[in-house]
């Protein structure tokens, strides 16, 4: 359940970020400048990694004792997270690379738990 929210959750993330500058001269109208503070991205994509290591954990210490899926989670956020500090027109890289990287620490970690789950049940 974890790992979908979590996917879910990078999904919105990585949309927003995308969107972002498409939507950035309405947001003052709306009364949503704070969508494009940088603190506010950080926040969210801590909470994201926060939420990915509980789910990770839960996987790894429930069932497969596998490491990797941390390493793919904290390179994906790491990789977010330094979006800022390259040109603008690679933003969009960093945010695919970055969201990529975090969706598939999820999806690894629940096909990790599920391929644990059929060897037992058999």
């Given at each position: 359940?974890?790992?979908r929210?979590?996917?879910?959750?990078t999904?919105?993330?990585?949309?927003?970020?995308?969107?972002?500058?498409?939507?950035?001269?309405?947001?003052?109208?709306?009364?949503?400048?704070?969508?494009?503070?940088?603190?506010?991205?950080?926040?969210?994509l801590?909470?994201?990694?926060i939420?990915?290591?509980?789910?990770l954990?839960?996987?790894?210490?429930?069932?497969?004792?596998k490491?990797?899926p941390?390493?793919?989670?904290?390179?994906g956020v790491?990789?977010y997270?330094?979006?800022?500090?390259?040109?603008?027109?690679?933003?969009?890289?960093?945010i695919?690379i970055?969201?990529?990287?975090v969706?598939?620490?999820h999806?690894?970690?629940?096909?990790?738990?599920?391929?644990?789950?059929?060897c037992?049940?058999q």
């Amino acid at each position: 359940m974890l790992d979908r929210i979590g996917i879910a959750a990078t999904s919105l993330c990585a949309l927003h970020c995308i969107l972002l500058p498409l939507l950035l001269p309405a947001l003052p109208l709306l009364g949503l400048t704070f969508l494009a503070d940088h603190t506010w991205e950080h926040g969210f994509l801590m909470a994201t990694a926060i939420l990915g290591t509980i789910a990770l954990y839960s996987g790894y210490k429930r069932y497969h004792k596998k490491l990797y899926p941390f390493f793919i989670l904290y390179t994906g956020v790491a990789v977010y997270w330094i979006k800022h500090d390259y040109s603008e027109s690679l933003a969009p890289v960093f945010i695919i690379i970055g969201a990529g990287l975090v969706v598939a620490s999820h999806v690894i970690n629940l096909r990790l738990c599920n391929n644990y789950k059929q060897c037992n049940i058999q």
